[in-house]
């Protein structure tokens, strides 16, 4: 399709009008072959129906312009880059694998210089392409924040027989601005379960999420069940498992999947799957429904896994698929805090009042400035109010409160104990802000012996932790240097001949590289925080991040002013709790701050 005055249109875009069907076709500017070069825009973020064409090279277009529709071929939702691959030699299309990573920049590409290899050759030319890195999307789809300049070259050619110019020479993988991967490209979380953890509390088995980043409106959900069966990503595979085996993939020739018009999804598999037993399959197929159970519009409620010869293997629905893993919650629905008194309370959404809890930490005999609840609402574990002694406590009226599980050294009540978290599996975690022994703890099951976690990628002081119901991440808020950052770490544990276990916290990454002082942070669903942080030389705000560095794209809540302490359950349909100027208060799905009580502090949800 050519456009007037030999200029090359830009890719198209047609999109649906929501409930008239009628096409929509817009975007067909024309593009220069002549003139100064400059930056290659990027496409304004689209509405989510809107589709993108790309346009094959024209004829006797020059090499400015090549690279230039390139660029925008790569922005498109061609599947398999076919029409990018039209802008390459025969040789590069065979060569340049567009999977093998995606590059994200926040201020192009930039076409920057241009020359040929002498000052006499007609026949080759080269572009430098530049900008400032933002962000790298692997081949397993991981997303990673990068920085720095961005500078690659890619060289044409006048191909001798058509006389046309072609790139020959070029990166693998493909490059874009931060606009056109934002509307390209989705995150969704895939889920394995996690090893190498006690038992989840509730006897099921612990679901991991490891977001991925695939591309939108091109099959997304073939191209999770690829990444699915892939397994877990190089951070998370030492501590999550698969059910499927090794080496399972589609089955032959199978190209496409979706589900049909009763949220049903078919899953023909290859042989490495034919002979799994029942329990086996039904713990693949829940992992398919959990990954996939929001990716399209009606979601997908039931699967079915086929053999390689077609017979059926086995099929799950959601109900079951909740019996055989826990997912997507982080304990129950209730909200505690310490109360005026500085005594442990909850707070149901069924009832006005806070009430204190059953037992010793409930009673007010220790003063408290921070608690925290185990995920099977059993246990407490709360911190003195001078932040020396950690004391472990069961949630059953009358029950005593004994001695501390763990005593802090520190001078100052700020180099003591922080606040506590419990994992999925009854482990209990806290940090040591003693100077003079700054030091991870685990208390198995809350007792014994504590267990100092080794933390080799550590640079600074801990100020907080809070371990995933999973049991294998960790978010720490580290300050170091006058700073605070948050970084999420993975959690891998070993056990001796002896019988001792050994904990490390390693792969340690920050995941809030815009902000100078992180204050609070709290798991916010499977692969997402809230967190209350200044940027340098900003105000207080508060944002979600996910664990892999990237902003989601649910809206960030309502601002709040002092806000000291945040609660958010893994559990995403739950409010927010904070410890503001104005007491307790919450946040629920599309509406405002509400106070709860005036009178309290330290609000935390189980786990």
Avoid at 100 to 113: I, K
Avoid at 167 to 173: E, K, R, T, Y
Avoid at 590 to 601: C, I, L, M, P, S
């Amino acid at each position: 399709m050519g456009a007037e005055g030999g200029g090359r249109p830009r890719a198209l875009r047609m999109g649906v009008f929501a409930g008239c069907g009628a096409l929509l076709l817009a975007g067909c500017a024309s593009m220069p072959d002549s003139g100064g070069l400059s930056g290659v825009e990027s496409t304004p973020r689209q509405d989510a129906q809107v589709r993108v064409f790309a346009v094959p090279p024209r004829e006797n277009a020059g090499p400015g312009e090549i690279v230039r529709g390139f660029l925008e071929a790569l922005t498109s939702d061609d599947p398999r880059y076919e029409t990018a691959r039209e802008y390459l030699t025969d040789s590069a299309r065979r060569s340049w694998n567009p999977d093998a990573s995606t590059t994200v920049l926040s201020d192009g590409p930039n076409l920057e210089g241009a020359h040929s290899r002498s000052g006499e050759a007609q026949d080759d030319y080269a572009y430098t392409l530049g900008g400032s890195r933002l962000a790298v999307v692997d081949s397993q789809h991981a997303f990673a924040p990068d920085s720095g300049a961005y500078s690659t070259a890619v060289h044409l050619t006048l191909e001798k027989k058509s006389k046309q110019w072609r790139i020959d020479s070029l990166p693998q993988g493909v490059v874009m601005g931060k606009s056109d991967f934002q509307r390209n490209y989705v995150s969704v979380n895939k889920y394995y379960y996690a090893s190498n953890v006690p038992a989840a509390v509730t006897g099921q088995l612990s679901t991991v999420a490891d977001p991925v980043y695939v591309r939108g409106k091109v099959d997304p959900v073939t191209s999770m069940v690829r990444s699915l069966l892939a397994g877990p990503t190089r951070w998370l595979n030492p501590v999550a498992t698969s059910s499927f085996p090794s080496g399972t993939a589609l089955g032959k020739g199978v190209t496409s999947l979706s589900p049909d018009d009763q949220n049903r999804l078919t899953v023909p598999l290859n042989g490495k799957a034919d002979r799994v037993g029942p329990t086996q399959c039904s713990r693949m197929a829940a992992q398919l429904l959990f990954t996939l159970r929001d990716l399209t519009p009606t979601g997908v409620s039931q699967v079915e896994l086929r053999r390689s010869n077609g017979k059926k293997l086995c099929d799950l629905n959601e109900n079951r698929a909740e019996i055989i893993a826990s997912h997507s919650t982080g304990g129950g629905a209730d909200e505690y805090f310490l109360d005026g008194k500085q005594r442990l309370v909850s707070l149901s959404s069924t009832s006005k009042d806070p009430e204190p809890v059953p037992g010793a930490l409930g009673e007010g005999a220790k003063k408290l400035r921070a608690a925290a609840i185990s995920l099977d609402e059993e246990r407490a574990a709360g911190v003195s109010d001078d932040g020396r002694n950690l004391y472990v406590g069961s949630l059953v009226s009358g029950s005593s409160l004994g001695d501390p599980v763990l005593t802090s050294q520190g001078a100052l009540p700020g180099d003591r104990l922080t606040t506590p978290s419990w994992d999925g599996g009854g482990d209990l975690w806290v940090a040591d802000r003693d100077p003079k022994r700054a030091r991870l703890v685990m208390l198995q099951q809350g007792a014994g012996e504590p267990v100092v976690v080794s933390t080799p990628g550590l640079d600074g002081r801990i100020n907080a932790v809070r371990v995933a119901a999973d049991g294998v991440r960790i978010a720490l808020i580290v300050e170091q240097g006058g700073k605070t950052s948050l970084q999420i770490g993975r959690v891998e544990r070993d056990e001796g001949s002896d019988g001792r276990r050994s904990v490390s916290i390693l792969e340690l990454h920050s995941v809030t590289p815009q902000l100078e002082e992180v204050t609070a942070m709290s798991w916010a669903g499977d692969s997402r925080l809230v967190v209350v942080g200044r940027e340098s030389g900003g105000v207080q705000q508060l944002r979600y991040v996910q664990v892999d560095g990237s902003t989601p794209t649910v809206a960030a809540p309502t601002s709040l002013t002092g806000v000291n302490q945040i609660a958010a359950s893994e559990d995403e349909r739950l409010p927010l709790v904070a410890y503001s100027e104005d007491g307790i208060v919450r946040l629920s799905a599309g509406a405002q701050w509400q106070k709860v009580v005036k009178e309290g502090t330290a609000p935390v949800y189980p786990g």
